[in-house]
């Protein structure tokens, strides 16, 4: 980032995704939001043994570029936090949290003052007084209006639908054990951090608060049929056997998927176009970034002090690309070749 965007914009962006952090926490505590918000940490685990490497040079640069304390984990010492032999390390940042996203969206939607679920924006005209947005229930005529629709952009934002790729081929799946034994619990994710690796094809995990092995992935990149959620999970059951071979007998009692929004630059994208503010493309690590982007666009809409630190940045396209991304399954096959080759 820093040879893309140079040192300013990089620190921006860098401080941007500390405020987003921030504004989350806060929020829970003003909205007495109820999501099981709790701060302690997260793992980046090391796929391979030369993954070290990076996660070294990643903690050495953010102690000499940002002042951000991280820690490396050798593999000798990976027991302390996770009972595995599958990875070859890590690195830990203490100053992460997490939390359980349906009740975070619900306590948000709680707090909202004006809601009003289940009416999509079927067009957007604009006009001399602002925008008419269309929906099945009719129109609504409005001066500003912010599309914060990420993976579910659609053709009613045409010039948003384009330079979002939704993930819903790959999708992200995660699957749920039943409750472990408490004790077994803790001893395989002993500080309940959140966990990440460093595969494109990455798998995220974490110990629920009532102990089960919460366990997600990209389990594929093929085109949604009625039998891809049991399919993935049970791709995603054997990678978490891989890791935790402990649970073997302990069934899986859910799984779901969603519907992610990358970018062509793969970067998250916030501003102004044609008079539409928009905030959109997280690749998966919306949680925090979007709640702090919203705010921020809701202060600028209200006439408040706000800041975008993504002002600026060129919100890619492709001219092949009109929305549906057929190209996903070679992007796949690349992806596991680099898991493969690197």
């Known amino acids: 980032m820093l040879q893309t965007f140079g040192a300013a914009k990089t620190h921006d962006l860098w401080d941007a995704s500390l405020a987003a952090l921030e504004c989350v926490a806060a929020l829970v505590q003003t909205e007495n939001i109820d999501c099981d918000f709790a701060r302690r940490g997260h793992f980046e685990a090391a796929y391979k043994p030369k993954h070290m490497e990076y996660l070294r040079a990643a903690h050495e640069l953010l102690e000499r570029e940002f002042d951000y304390p991280t820690r ?32 975070y969206a619900r306590g948000l939607a709680r707090a909202a003052q004006d809601l009003h679920d289940g009416v999509a924006a079927e067009a957007l005209e604009k006009n001399g007084r602002g925008f008419t947005v269309k929906t099945a229930r009719g129109s609504i005529q409005a001066q500003n209006v912010f599309a914060a629709t990420n993976g579910y952009t659609s053709r009613a934002t045409p010039q948003l639908h384009k330079r979002i790729i939704p993930i819903i081929p790959i999708g992200s799946y995660i699957i749920a054990t039943e409750p472990l034994d408490p004790q077994l619990a803790r001893q395989l994710i002993p500080h309940n951090r959140m966990i990440f690796d460093t595969k494109n094809f990455l798998y995220y995990f974490r110990r629920s608060p009532d102990d089960r092995i919460v366990f997600g992935g990209r389990a594929a990149f093929f085109p949604e049929k009625p039998g891809t959620v049991s399919e993935s999970a049970e ?108």
């Open 72 to 103: 490396i984990v050798p593999k000798s010492e990976l027991r302390n936090e996770l009972d595995t032999q599958f990875y070859h390390g890590g690195l830990v940042d203490e100053r992460s949290a997490g939390l359980h996203p349906a009740k």
């Open 235 to 342: 791709i995603l059951r054997k990678g978490m056997l891989q890791i935790f071979p402990q649970i073997e007998n302990v069934p899986t009692a859910y799984a779901w998927g969603g519907t992610l929004g990358f970018t062509f630059d793969i970067f998250p994208h916030a501003g102004e176009m044609d008079g539409l503010y928009y905030a959109m493309g997280y690749a998966g690590h919306g949680v925090a970034l979007a709640t702090y982007l919203g705010q921020q666009f809701a202060n600028r809409l209200a006439g408040k002090t706000w800041h975008n630190p993504f002002e600026g940045m060129t919100f890619p396209t492709n001219p092949l690309y009109w929305g549906k991304p057929w190209f996903l399954p070679f992007a796949a096959l690349y992806y596991r070749f680099m898991d493969w080759l690197y």
